[in-house]
């Protein structure tokens, strides 16, 4: 845990109530000791450790000392424990900010955990025969050795078909994720109480008709320069990613205008080597990254990636907690490393927008799903059949056979189908025997079928998606990597653009206003323009990956080919191994695009190698 803080490593503990709680504190508002952590309250009855920040805690402040709290410091932390010593868990809903947070109750001898309504900084937890454990990351739990590993057969499914575990579960059997939103209340060693308090993000059916789009976009930026403005309290430095994209210039320009302190705003890039996104179907970054800096008058950092981040798969892995097949995981990782270098402790990241006012592809892909699925099932089974039939090695045809993959099914299952990489049928049958008989293919889109059940009657279809990108999508993954990979660098990441109050005014935004025709994120483009030039306002999508299909094919064969070997797939017993070389042959011959499945498999067996059989990557010492 020491990279998430390497700035004072503490612990307290309680041998008659059997209770230790540690902290390792990344230093960022009020330096002093005075924000030293486990906390304790003044009366000793409580004992706080928190990682994250509240943003809202001056206002927070200054209310309590209107009632006559006196404090020590002038940390967040010691806010957020005095609101706690006064309202107990009625406060989660009042803080604006990310937050990972356990009280004991040395009274009551209990315990009171809460995970940040958006699920921006993690919390896991395992309840085992000796009693509860819990940490901002797995690898705490397991290398200290509070959980045995086992893997749950089911995330398997989950990492092969959309490479995260939705949901409270991971890959790790017994161990758990505390749910954005969630608290919990534990005592004698086990969970006596878990409730939801909050869900912002749940689709709400009552919304005006129609909605002004010029007031409605000027709330919009005043909504993203507000939240941006709260998100640059901070004793140390701070600097923002810059991609070039509409989210990460967006951030950089408010934080550019209003920052304080000597110097130009830091900002951070990267350049993926030999033009190779082309490849993959998407715009090349770096030049809009280059406009933008020179547009803000920022400044911007570059680091170059090629085949030899690689060399950091299994070392990517081990920081990530799970077997995550998603390389733009090592992009945050080395433009952390870059900025913490730099001196820099705090950057802002982009992340969000796509998920709360469209922006990806299947958001376009399922509202065109009116032209065509009110068909007969017959007719909509030719569709996917035909479709699936297209070459794969052309990005644009590629698209077009994913969005119709699920043609033939409902219409709750083909919006979840769309989050997969791969279909049930085909990961189930990449599974072992052993698997395949515990399991179904439905188990792959169960969770976000599950999800979709609590979603209101009279919620539309696209806010339905966006429901399913900000509980799982956001969440599992990308906010997951986004605070292991930073925090590997002893980088906190900060997320703007999923402000609570902007958060709740995207909710209430109509869907014509987000994805309007073949634009996404219309309503906020409209906001951005008097702001940022109209050409990376309205520019190509760009993914933060890198060319994994070329590198697969190219300075990944080697470890493929030794990694997933018959003879190691079946020592290891999860996937099939017959099924599985003949995935890679029809791979590398170009007969189906089975990347991200491959480099699921790949990642999987890397983590094994790691949380299971003990090599890890990373040396504690």
């Known amino acids: 845990m020491r990279r998430r803080g390497p700035d004072q490593l503490m612990h307290w503990d309680d041998a008659s109530a059997n209770i230790w709680l540690g902290h390792a504190r990344l230093s960022i508002i009020d330096l002093s000791v005075a924000g030293n952590q486990p906390m304790h309250s003044p009366d000793g009855r409580w004992v706080m450790v928190y990682n994250g920040e509240i943003y809202n805690y001056r206002e927070l402040r200054a209310e309590l000392e209107a009632v006559g709290e006196q404090f020590v410091g002038h940390s967040d932390s010691e806010v957020f424990l005095r609101l706690f010593m006064r309202e107990g868990s009625a406060c989660f809903s009042r803080l604006n900010g990310i937050f990972a947070v356990a009280f004991w109750d040395r009274h009551e001898r209990s ?81 006596v109480q878990r409730w939801i308090y909050a869900d912002p993000t749940l689709p709400s059916v009552h919304r005006p008709a129609t909605a002004n789009a010029e007031a409605l976009a000027a709330k919009v930026h005043d909504a993203v320069e507000t939240a941006v403005q709260r998100q640059l309290v901070s004793d140390v430095p701070l600097g923002a990613f810059l991609s070039g994209g509409l989210d990460s210039s967006s951030i950089a320009a408010f934080a550019a205008r209003h920052r304080t302190g000597p110097g130009k705003l830091q900002c951070f890039s990267i350049e993926i080597a030999d033009g190779a996104q082309a490849a993959e179907g998407f715009a090349d970054d770096l030049p809009y990254a280059r406009k933008v800096a020179q547009h803000l008058d920022v400044d911007l950092h570059v680091v170059k990636a090629n085949g030899s981040m690689l060399d950091r798969l299994s070392e990517m892995i081990y920081y990530l907690d799970e077997p995550t097949a998603d390389l733009a995981a090592i992009n945050t990782l080395l433009i952390s490393e870059l900025a913490r270098a730099q001196g820099i402790t705090v950057l802002l990241s982009g992340a969000g927008g ?36 297209l070459p794969k090695n052309i990005a644009q045809l590629r698209r077009i056979a994913k969005a119709f993959q699920f043609a033939d099914k409902d219409a709750d299952t083909r919006l979840a189908g769309y989050f997969g990489w791969i279909t049930p049928t085909d990961a189930y049958a990449l599974l072992s025997a052993d698997l395949r008989a515990e399991l179904t293919p439905g188990d792959m ?139 890679l042959a029809a791979n590398r011959s170009g007969q189906v695009d089975a990347s991200y499945s491959i480099f699921a498999i790949l990642c999987m067996e890397l983590w094994c190698v790691q949380y299971l059989d003990g090599q890890f990557a990373v040396d504690l010492t």
């Open 111 to 191: 315990m009171t955990l809460a995970r940040d309504p958006m699920g921006v900084k993690p919390l896991y937890f395992a309840e085992q025969p000796h009693g509860f454990a819990f940490a901002s990351e797995i690898k705490a739990l397991i290398r200290g050795g509070d959980v045995v590993p086992k893997i749950n057969k089911a995330a398997v499914l989950h990492h092969l078909g959309l490479l995260w575990s939705p949901g409270s579960d991971t890959i790790v059997d017994g161990v758990h994720k505390l749910l954005p939103g969630e608290a919990m209340t534990v005592k004698n060693g086990a969970v």
């Open 354 to 389: 796509d998920d709360i006012f469209t922006g990806y592809r299947r958001h376009y892909a399922l509202m065109q799903e009116r032209f065509w699925s009110w068909l007969p099932l017959p007719a909509r089974s030719s569709l996917a059949g035909l479709t699936g039939l």
């Open 445 to 583: 889109l169960a969770p976000l079928l599950t999800s979709l059940s609590h979603v209101p009657a009279g919620a539309t279809a696209l806010q339905k998606m966006l429901y399913l990108e900000c509980k799982h999508f956001l969440v599992d993954h990308n906010l997951n990597y986004a605070d292991k990979m930073g925090m590997a660098a002893s980088i906190e990441i900060r997320v703007p653009l999923l402000d609570h109050d902007l958060v709740a005014l995207a909710m209430g935004i109509p869907d014509d206003m987000k994805q309007h025709g073949r634009i996404g994120k219309w309503i906020f483009k409209k906001a951005m323009e008097p702001v940022l030039p109209h050409e990376v306002i309205y520019r190509p999508k760009s993914g933060f990956g890198v060319p994994l299909r070329q590198w697969l094919l190219g300075p990944l064969d080697a470890l493929l080919q030794d990694t997933l070997s018959p003879a190691r797939l079946k020592a290891r017993g999860i996937f099939d191994a017959e099924a599985v070389v003949q995935l």
